[in-house]
T-cell receptor, first 116, second 113 residues
């Protein structure tokens, strides 16, 4: 099976712009989560989607949003970019058979965003 | 609130040495899962192991072994006979019933030839 794929892998934007990142989960996986990784804050949870509905949300401002499509693919959007948004954005998928707690999340290679 | 503490930030060993990575967690939940992930320089987080809160059996997989002790809220990871390819950042993570995965700050392991 192909793993989690994320596009683009690298992105350079300027302050004030917006950006959309894409994630394709492992085939058959229905849950997609997004994380932000920075040297200072480490890995922080952004949000989780299951069956096109946001199931969990982390403590990020409303500039960060996401959605999930019927084929489980997910996108996250960051509007009005700030310098502090420079980070590695990781997407993870899990099968989620209904027992959400136990499902292991498998991660993609990430999108490295640089805001200038 | 959940918290995962990886007190060690960087560890450097010589190849073939054994190394233990510590993980201490805090949660009020009685049901939860613990994970270890490895992040090589490429950036992708690689899943290593999952353990639920009701299973305190230690586990060995090749050169890797895990010691889960609920009494001390610890889930330590040992690499036996380390190799250069083990060089990476290792994360311990906790997932409570609410489903959000909480990570520790990670431990950078450098294995020198």
């Amino acid at each position: 099976k192909a793993g989690v794929t994320q596009t683009p892998r690298y992105l350079i934007k300027t302050r004030g712009q917006q950006v959309t990142l894409s994630c394709s989960p492992i085939s058959g996986h229905r849950s997609v989560s997004w994380y932000q990784q920075t040297p200072g804050q480490g890995l922080q949870f952004l949000f989780e989607y299951f069956s096109e509905t946001q199931r969990n949300k982390g403590n990020f401002p409303g500039r960060f949003s996401g959605r999930q499509f019927s084929n489980s693919r997910s996108e996250m959007n960051v509007s009005t970019l700030e310098l502090g948004d420079s980070a590695l954005y990781l997407c993870a998928s899990s099968f989620d058979s209904g027992g959400a707690l136990k499902e292991t999340q498998y991660f993609g290679p990430g999108t490295r965003l640089l805001v200038l | 609130a959940q918290k995962v503490t990886q007190a060690q930030t960087e560890i450097s060993v010589v190849e073939k040495e054994d190394v233990t990575l510590d993980c201490v967690y805090e949660t009020r939940d009685t049901t939860y899962y613990l994970f270890w992930y490895k992040q090589p320089p490429s950036g992708e987080l690689v899943f290593l192991i999952r353990r639920n809160s009701f299973d305190e059996q230690n586990e060995i997989s090749g050169r890797y072994s895990w010691n889960f002790q609920k009494s001390t809220s610890s889930f330590n990871f040992t690499i036996t006979a380390s190799q250069v390819v083990d060089s990476a950042v290792y994360f311990c993570a906790l997932r409570p019933p609410a489903g959000k995965l909480t990570f520790g700050k990670g431990i950078t392991l450098s294995v020198r030839p």
